[in-house]
């Protein structure tokens, strides 16, 4: 499976973006999907989970209110809509898939894509 993610950029602390998670020529929707974080010098961290077919979703506490991830058709595309932004939440965001439902640690998930960087300046 490859993914690949996009929507990052440069925006102002309080503003909004919307990342998005594809794959080309094959569904998703056996997969649960995950959004994961990595600022300079930092680990990468977990930010939202979704299952398979969109019904439960999972969010760490640090973005909790502010960040919704969705996968409206279930299929190849899975958002993550950032409202609220503040300057910590400056990193590189990765989407991932995996076999375990709200799965909160990066090893659970098996195929990852290349990030997309997010910047929030204040």
């Known amino acids: 499976v490859q993914l690949q993610a996009s929507g990052g950029g440069l925006v102002q602390a309080g503003g909004s973006l919307r990342l998005s998670c594809a794959t080309a020529g094959r569904t998703l929707s056996s997969y649960a999907m995950g959004w994961f974080r990595q600022a300079p010098g930092k680990d990468r961290e977990f930010v939202a989970a979704?299952?398979?077919?969109?019904?439960?979703?999972y969010y760490a506490n640090s973005v909790e209110g502010r960040f919704t991830i969705s996968r409206p058709n279930a299929k190849n595309t899975v958002y993550l809509q950032m409202n609220s932004l503040k300057p910590e939440d400056t990193a590189v965001y990765y989407c991932?898939?995996?076999?375990?439902?709200?799965?909160?640690?990066?090893?659970?998930?098996?195929?990852w894509g290349p990030g997309t960087l997010v910047t929030v300046s204040s």
């Open positions: 991932a898939a995996g076999s375990n439902s709200g799965a909160t640690m990066a090893y659970e998930y098996a195929y």
């Open positions: 979704i299952n398979w077919s969109g019904g439960r979703t």
